[in-house]
């Protein structure tokens, strides 16, 4: 099992493009989310979804969007970069509710950079 | 938002030292877990802990979760340069967890 997969692990964008970063999971895991992490600031939750059709707010949504029509993908996406935006995002699944079935499976990450 | 605080922010001791890190909220949760994240990569779950007042051993690794279920702290015995890494600690509802800014602990050979 490949587990949780993002592409791209780089990206430079320019103030006003936008991009979608792809995540994918093998394990038939329900619950998928995205967080974005920077320096001193831990890990921040932007949105996630509790299976196909299904995606809610996190903490930091603005300038984001989601969409889950299959239960392996979780595309976000980034309209209108800002520089604000710069972050690595990370994607991660649980197979149910995380604090009742034990376990956060983490992407490797996306360094996204807006210039 | 549940918020969680770590301390210290940064960690340095030379190998064969003890350390401990604290993750403190003024709110209660139902269980705590911590993760290790090291450069490049997601961060990986260590443990989670559940009852208040629970300590859990993982090898050199001891968690403790607070009698109010409002901290936990992490200890790490002769620790080692592998034990270098990010330590998150994570609490929050089914859905929305919540991390701490982190722990960035650097084990010097």
């Known amino acids: 099992n490949a587990g949780v997969t993002q592409t791209p692990k780089f990206r430079i964008l320019k103030i006003g493009q936008s991009m979608t970063l792809q995540c994918t999971q093998d394990m038939n895991h329900n619950y998928m989310y995205w967080y974005r992490q920077d320096p001193g600031m831990g890990l921040k939750l932007i949105y996630y979804?509790?299976?196909?059709?299904?995606?809610d707010k996190g903490e930091v949504p603005n300038g984001y969007n989601v969409s889950r029509s299959t239960t392996e993908d979780f595309p976000l996406r980034l309209e209108l970069a800002a520089p604000s935006q710069t972050s690595v995002y990370f994607c991660a699944s649980s197979y149910g509710r995380v604090m009742s079935t034990g376990e956060l499976f983490f992407g490797e990450g996306s360094r996204l950079t807006v210039l | 938002t549940q918020l969680l605080e770590q301390s210290p922010q940064f960690l340095s001791i030379q190998e064969g030292e003890n350390l401990t890190v604290y993750c403190n909220s003024s709110s209660v949760f139902s269980s705590l877990q911590w993760y290790r994240q090291e450069p490049g990569e997601g961060p990986v779950l260590l443990v989670t802990v559940v009852t208040g007042g629970e300590v859990k051993k993982l090898k050199r690794l001891t968690f403790q979760f607070g009698d109010a279920r409002k901290d936990s702290s992490l200890h790490i015995t002769a620790a080692q340069p592998g034990d270098t890494g990010l330590y998150l600690c994570?609490?929050?509802?089914?859905?929305?967890?919540?991390f701490g800014a982190g722990t960035t602990v650097t084990v010097r050979a």
């Open positions: 979804s509790v299976g196909a059709g299904i995606t």
């Open positions: 994570a609490g929050g509802s089914d859905y929305k967890l919540s």
